[in-house]
């Protein structure tokens, strides 16, 4: 099994503990405006199953809150990841992942823009323009196979960086 | 200041709509959506054009997304295209009443993208993913023949369009370029290749006349190409003996996002384009340019939001003098819109 990986032995990274959100008072006040911020966005995009590891795509380091814009009054998002390796295969289907999570989570007035890190993957404006054409997205997700491949990495994307509960 | 109007919202889709197609002649409208069905609207009465019905769901033939529908020049017949590889033939009784699917044509590897008749309506044209574009000749009975099938795109074709008079083809992709195909004794050929954008182009459309093409683009530019035939007088070098097109403006700085559709008024020559930042925005021809070569355009009229935060894919000005003032726009938010373009009193 392990030979038809892409990247058999990724780097793993610990989460980091520190970039969870601290709930304030506001937070739970409807009457205070609450944005949109690139926080938001990373937790629900973090614990995102990497397609061949039983990792997520924080602990891979493939989704960083750094590289992710929001700009809530002008209903923009863009989302930067970086591949674990330069030439990895799922690059597309990862990107397609978070942008599926974010099709389905974020309010419709955003528009996501989901890129990989310059200079991370040698395939960069291929899998750039692909991930951005929405009739392409459109036709992807008509196909079951692979609509049944992203639900299972968004499976776990609910944890929003806490730790899986293990299962037996 | 000129002004785009909303006469009427259309409800009935229940996924994003693709593409909106007037009949040739009559006061109907067809649209196509992910919801894998065309449905034709007409106002409700011959007077009152701010009610509009829904008049018939064309349903059942496609497994997929129709990404596409096109009138016959007649009006008699419709052709959808769908990501499920299959173009339909729909023919009604008559009355343009009971749509029915006579047809299915086969062929395409993957998702079809854009489907169009000739100005005669003796030739279809398809374009697909599959990076091919195919030539249908119309044959009586409901019969189509493959004439041609014209692989040089590189990628994704995304839309193809009939010269409004002539038997040429205009196909615009995915691989930045539009191509033009012409006919020589029963075979096809690319006769020139346009390149400029610098992104997928979505859409493309021309001009009454036919000399002209304009064309919409990721790269959030409209470009409008002119054709210079052999022996041209502006000293146009055409090396292959055929016409060459060629860039003579680009409209840039209006559009934010993806430009999916525009419309090419063959009625007062107005261009409405619609794109991915939630606008339409209509332009007219300076009258003051005076170079035939180098003409400036300006935006006379825009609705932001026009479908509230979604997305427009598609645009359509209406065919004939009737309603040249009106304009069909559909989006990702599942609806078609009727506007009327009020110019200054």
Known sequence: MSQTLINANPTVYNLSKNSHRLETVDAFDDSVDDPIDAQEVFDLIRSISDPEHPLTLEQLNVTQHEHIVVDDVRNRVLVEFTPTIPHCSMATLIGLCIRVRLLRSLPERFKVDIRVRKGTHQSEVAVNKQLNDKERVAAALENSHLLEVVNQCLATASLRGREAVPSH | ?345
């Open chain 2, 1 to 345: 200041m000129p002004r785009l109007e909303l006469v009427a919202t259309l409800e009935g889709h229940q996924d994003r709509v693709w593409q909106a197609s007037w009949h040739p002649s009559k006061t109907i409208l067809a649209t196509c959506s992910g919801d894998k069905t065309v449905r034709l609207w007409a106002p409700a009465s011959h007077s009152n054009f701010t009610h509009w019905q829904c008049i018939d769901t064309l349903d059942g033939a496609h497994k997929r997304t129709i990404r596409s529908v096109a009138w016959s020049p007649t009006g008699n017949e419709l052709a959808t295209a769908s990501f499920d590889a299959t173009t339909g033939i729909w023919e009604s009784d008559g009355q343009g009443r009971d749509w029915e699917c006579v047809a299915t044509l086969e062929g395409h590897e993957n998702e079809i993208k854009s489907v169009a008749w000739s100005g005669s309506g003796s030739l279809l044209a398809t374009c697909s993913r599959d990076k091919s574009v195919w030539i249908w000749e119309v044959e009586a009975d409901n019969d189509f023949e493959c004439l041609s099938v014209l692989q040089e795109h590189s990628q994704d074709v995304k839309m193809v369009a009939w010269h409004p008079q002539q038997e040429i083809l205009a196909s615009a992709s995915y691989d930045d370029t539009i191509k033009i195909w012409k006919e020589d004794e029963d075979d096809w050929y690319c006769a020139d290749t346009l390149e400029g954008h610098t992104s997928t182009v979505w859409a493309l459309d021309f001009d009454a006349t036919g000399d002209h093409i304009v064309s919409a683009s990721d790269d959030q530019t409209l470009r409008i190409w002119k054709m210079y035939k052999p022996n041209n007088s502006e000293g146009v070098a055409t090396p292959n003996g055929e016409a060459v097109w060629k860039t003579i403006c680009t409209l840039s700085g209006y559009h934010e996002r993806c430009i999916y559709s525009v419309s090419w008024s063959k009625v007062n020559g107005f261009i409405a384009s619609a794109s991915g930042d939630n606008a339409i925005r209509v332009f007219a021809k300076d009258e003051s340019s005076q170079d035939p070569n180098a003409p400036t355009y300006t935006s006379i009229a825009d609705v932001q939001d026009a479908h509230g935060v979604h997305d427009i894919n598609g645009v359509a000005w209406f065919p004939t003098s009737a309603h040249g003032d009106w304009l069909a726009s559909v989006g990702d938010d599942g609806l078609v819109r009727i506007w009327r373009l009020v110019l200054d009193d």
